[in-house]
């Protein structure tokens, strides 16, 4: 991993650096590792090939691959769909790739992350090495309790992974990357269409959710759209404090002011639409939350203040609740942390 420290450095020091030499860092070793750190008992693609099974004979295997990579002639299978049922009853639809396309893409994974996370802003926390959730959770309880918050903009992408648009995110890549065979890889990918009980069809929008890649296009995609568009807009729009905390595609903005909060939400929507995507009118809100929410409304005879649910705790003016679907256990900091916002919210 020495050359993608390397890469990592030389992004630190240049963030206007365009990389043209990238694919040697794809090396039989580097795929090697990438088998490796691929979850042992994911669910098999349309190849039927288990991690196991695809093990046997590893060295050929990665040698072929490596060199097919490198001429060109790397060609990856479409990923099979299969549904997910949602809480809403719905079905979340998810791709899974066969193990050697994901050997494929974890390898991409770490020779592009290498640049992007000397780019990412602090507030994005999702699928980012040492980023995990309950940091997020850490970030949002500082802004609401110990920041200029008001009013929280609760907001949802409609359909965010179906809807990235590839010309767009090829485009975002380009900024960083040069090297045309990489980009090529990372088109590949993303054109490999899916297969739906034996039917192809071909991809020509989107992401497949479960895929080893999609994380980090995800996040590539909304650091151009949504993460260095707000950070202008509340450095040289805004008058009142404004924050963000980001986990993927799942973001709340703490707003000190109403007015603001209306207009940054409006301005918003006009510029998610020019990239293809759009916020869910039933699921985004505006609503009045922070330390002064709860004496606020009672004081104008309107109630209790909404709550919001992020990362699967709903976020409550007195208190902050775990929510029965929450799997991941606390961990005693942020238990505690959350314990004390519960007696300085009142």
Same mark, same amino acid.
């Given at each position: 991993m020495s050359s993608l420290h390397r890469i990592r450095k030389t992004a630190k020091a240049n963030r206007t650096f365009r990389f043209n030499n990238l694919l040697h860092h794809i090396t039989p070793m580097l795929l090697k590792n990438a088998y490796d750190n691929l979850n042992k008992k994911a669910a098999r693609g349309i190849d039927c090939e288990t991690w196991h099974t695809y093990g046997l004979g590893l060295s050929d295997k990665l040698h072929r691959l490596h060199s097919n990579i490198h001429a060109r002639r790397y060609k990856p299978q479409p990923s099979k769909r299969i549904?997910?049922? $949602?809480?809403?009853?719905?079905?979340?639809?998810?791709?899974?790739?066969?193990? +050697? &396309?994901k050997v494929v893409q974890q390898a991409l994974v770490w020779v592009i992350q290498s640049i992007y996370e000397e780019d990412f802003l602090g507030f994005s926390y999702g699928f980012r090495p040492k980023r995990h959730q309950h940091k997020a959770l850490d970030a949002l309880f500082v802004a609401l309790t110990d920041k200029r918050v008001n009013w929280v903009i609760d907001a949802d992408i $409609?359909?965010?992974? &179906?809807?990235?648009?590839?010309?767009?995110?090829?485009? %975002?890549?380009?900024?960083?990357?040069?090297? /045309?065979?990489?980009?090529?890889?990372?088109? /590949?990918?993303? /054109?490999?269409?899916?297969?739906?009980?034996?039917?192809?069809?071909?991809? +020509?929008?989107?992401?497949?959710?479960?895929?080893?890649?999609?994380?980090?296009?995800?996040?590539? =995609?909304?650091? =151009?759209?949504?993460d260095l568009w707000i950070n202008k807009w509340r450095k040289q729009e805004a008058f009142g404090e404004i924050y963000i905390v980001r =986990?993927?595609?799942?973001?709340?903005?703490?707003?000190? =002011?109403?007015? +603001?909060?209306?207009?940054?939400?409006? /301005?918003?929507?006009?510029?998610?639409?020019?990239f293809n995507l759009t916020l869910h009118e039933e699921k985004t809100r505006l609503l009045e939350f922070g330390?002064?929410? $709860?004496?606020?409304?009672?004081?104008?005879?309107?109630?209790?203040? +909404?709550? %919001?649910?992020?990362?699967? %705790?709903?976020h409550i003016c007195s208190q902050l609740l775990s929510i029965a679907q929450t799997h991941t256990p606390l961990s005693q900091s942020t238990f505690l942390r959350l314990t004390r916002c519960r007696s300085r919210m009142h």
């Open positions: 549904g997910l049922l $949602k809480s809403d009853g719905r079905q979340r639809p998810i791709g899974i790739a066969v193990v +050697e &396309d $409609k359909g965010f992974f &179906d809807n990235i648009d590839h010309h767009w995110m090829m485009k %975002f890549l380009a900024h960083r990357i040069s090297d /045309k065979r990489i980009l090529s890889l990372v088109e /590949k990918l993303l /054109k490999a269409g899916v297969s739906d009980e034996g039917v192809w069809s071909a991809s +020509e929008m989107g992401t497949a959710q479960g895929s080893v890649l999609s994380p980090l296009l995800a996040n590539i =995609y909304l650091f =151009y759209v949504l =986990y993927a595609d799942d973001f709340v903005i703490g707003c000190e =002011y109403q007015h +603001e909060a209306r207009q940054l939400l409006n /301005k918003l929507n006009e510029h998610l639409k020019q330390r002064h929410a $709860k004496k606020n409304r009672a004081r104008q005879g309107k109630g209790k203040p +909404e709550t %919001f649910t992020f990362l699967g %705790f709903t």
